[in-house]
Nanobody, 122 residues
Framework: QVKLVESGGGFVQPGGSLRLSCVGR????????MGWYRQRPGKERELVAE??????????KYSQSVEGRFAISRDNVPNVLWLQMNSLKPEDTAVYYC?????????????WGQGTLVTVSS
């Protein structure tokens, strides 16, 4: 059974940094494209950073809103996904989730962990 556990969120002032981590259990995530998603208040969940599988060369892509400020990385043994967030802005306030890209889906629907809350405010 898949389980994703995000951590590292918190309260930070604008311009600050946080490093999020995600531990994946239940399958070999190294063979999957992985991503960090976020859901801002009142908004749809969006993909902000992705990294391809080890067999695809671990290529990284970012949304325009975080390009140059966020960095995604992974350790495949164990299954850990990281998101280094620098120069944080109030609009980065959101619950952040990790997942495969596209999101892991059971027959009953998409699986999501509990996420980790990031609040950027002065």
């Amino acid at each position: 059974q898949v389980k994703l556990v995000e951590s590292g969120g918190g309260f930070v002032q604008p311009g600050g940094s946080l490093r999020l981590s995600c531990v994946g259990r239940g399958r070999m995530f190294s063979l999957n494209r992985m991503g960090w998603y976020r859901q801002r208040p009142g908004k749809e969940r969006e993909l902000v950073a992705e990294i391809s599988s080890i067999t695809e060369g671990e290529e990284k892509k970012y949304s325009q809103s975080v390009e140059g400020r966020f960095a995604i990385s992974r350790d495949n043994v164990p299954n850990v996904l990281w998101l280094q967030m620098n120069s944080l802005k109030p609009e980065d306030t959101a619950v952040y989730y990790c997942n495969t890209d596209p999101p892991f889906t059971y027959p009953s629907g998409e699986y999501w962990g509990q996420g980790t809350l990031v609040t950027v405010s002065s």
